[in-house]
């Protein structure tokens, strides 16, 4: 199986990465070409744009979270069948987990899969430096595949040609294309970062946009010639047909009616890795979306429920006045039910969610304490080590996830079962941070996992819903 990557990276974030690669995915779509999508690094936002673009999910390709062994399986496996895979890389080129390293960064994962690497250069305020730069993303590590250029947000047809001859001078690779700049590709933001295709918007419209001017401006048979196929037994020769990276059965045999696991999805909560939503259907879960922003009950026969990452913040009202839902969740805790809460799923089920404003809103309560929204940003990998046995971990067992969050837990008491223990940031000397609550068959945590870091996640939390009761 061969599949030619084109892998998109930048200087740094904000150069242009997310919407060059969604125009480039579509584009090459509409030529009838089948495309895989990806986003290197912890992401959820990003990626709802690329999925929108190929009409199939966007996958993370995180070689920090996960091991080699299994993000080039999820890449192998995503892969099949298609004629190109598409990648947007994360911050700048070289910006990982560490100063002093590659790992987790864009470039690490443009080496090991061979990739054709193409970096946006946002000239908005530069001419010929935009030369010196290029130069400097190619010459920090030559085994990286750059085999281009784009220039991004220029402001005339002379700034956008001189700064492209600036750049093929200095290195000897040629600028794909130049792109204006254009009120209609800035997509809108906030506290963390994009809004995602979750929530309401035109996106379909931005998509088509990006499509259009990518058509326009990029000399896409040329990018395409530079991306060479790469022969997928070489990524990871000892699988070339990729296996499950879980054997489900051999943990919680899947006889019996298959147990419903009610997933938040609506604009208030998304996100989830799909891997993770795949690795719960493989232990034998039926999965069952549901909002707890508009449905009033939970899905029938629900034996465990997730309530994911997302904005409770921008809803809490709404999410507040759902008191039918909120007391749903109250009794789906009593019953036994396992519940894994992430991020902003602890946020919503604390007592209360209060805005900068000092405005309070009730929540589920079954965690004590509220969630308040600050000024401080707290994002970044994370060690973690389950504190307590849980529905998701064993105690002792540990994971590698990730934070990106502005709230806080205030008030939380300190007799509360921790649901981890977080590794002090960047290696420091220190005792490790106490994170989340476990709570009987209740795991709330600000961490963010990837189930594909820990596959016995999915089979062990699969198991608790079998043996927890339908309360409903």
Excluded at 332 to 352: D, I, R, S
């Amino acid at each position: 199986m061969n599949v030619a990557p084109i892998l998109v990276t930048a200087l740094m974030s904000g150069s242009g990465k997310t919407t060059l690669t969604a125009g480039l995915v579509a584009a090459l779509v509409s030529r009838g070409l089948r495309v895989a999508p990806f986003k290197v690094g912890p992401d959820y936002i990003d990626p709802s744009y690329h999925s929108l673009a190929a009409g199939v999910p966007c996958r993370n390709l995180d070689s920090w979270m996960l091991t080699d062994d299994r993000w080039l399986q999820l890449f192998l496996r995503a892969t099949r069948g298609t004629d190109c895979a598409v990648i947007e890389g994360v911050m700048g080129l070289y910006d990982g987990a560490r100063y002093d390293g590659e790992s987790g960064s864009t470039a690490e994962i443009a080496k090991r899969l061979g990739a054709a690497v193409v970096a946006v250069i946002d000239a908005a305020k530069m001419a010929r430096s935009a030369g010196a730069a290029a130069l400097g993303l190619m010459a920090f590590d030559r085994d990286v595949n750059i085999v281009g250029f784009i220039v991004n947000r220029v402001g005339s047809e002379s700034h956008g040609c001189g700064v492209a001859a600036a750049i093929e001078a200095a290195t000897g690779r040629p600028c794909f294309g130049w792109i204006p700049r254009q009120d209609a590709l800035c997509l809108p933001e906030r506290h963390l970062g994009l809004v995602p295709t979750a929530e309401a918007g035109e996106w379909h419209a931005f998509i088509a946009a990006a499509r259009e001017t990518v058509e326009r401006y990029i000399n896409l048979d040329a990018l395409l010639k530079a991306a060479q196929p790469v022969d997928c037994a070489t990524l990871l020769p000892f699988a070339t047909e990729p296996a499950s990276d879980s054997d489900v059965s051999r943990v919680w045999p899947a006889a019996g009616e298959p147990p419903v696991v009610a997933v938040a999805r609506d604009d208030a909560f998304s996100f989830i890795y799909p891997e993770n939503l795949e690795l719960l259907e493989e232990a034998g879960a039926r999965i069952a979306f549901f909002s707890p922003l508009r449905d009033r009950t939970l899905p029938r026969g629900t034996r465990g429920v997730i309530l994911s990452g997302g904005f409770p913040e921008l809803y809490a009202e709404q999410l507040s006045s759902n008191e039918s839902m909120r007391a749903q969740l109250r009794r789906a805790h009593e019953c036994g039910l396992p519940m894994l809460a992430e991020c902003g799923g602890l946020m919503y089920l604390t007592e209360a969610l209060v805005q900068r404003d000092g405005s309070a809103w009730p929540m589920v309560g079954l965690l004590p304490g509220r969630s308040a929204m600050t000024a401080k940003l707290t994002m970044g990998y994370r060690l973690a080590q389950a504190a307590h046995s849980g529905p998701v971990l064993a105690a002792g067992k540990c994971v590698r996830g990730h934070e990106f969050h502005y709230s806080v837990w205030q008030d939380r008491p300190a007799t509360l079962p921790a649901a981890f223990l977080l590794q002090p940031k960047g290696g420091q000397a220190g005792p490790p941070q106490l994170d989340g609550a476990c709570v009987g068959n209740l795991w709330a945590t600000y961490v963010h996992t990837h189930f594909l870091a820990a596959p016995e996640m999915a089979t062990r939390f699969i198991g608790f819903c079998r043996e927890a009761p339908c309360c409903r």
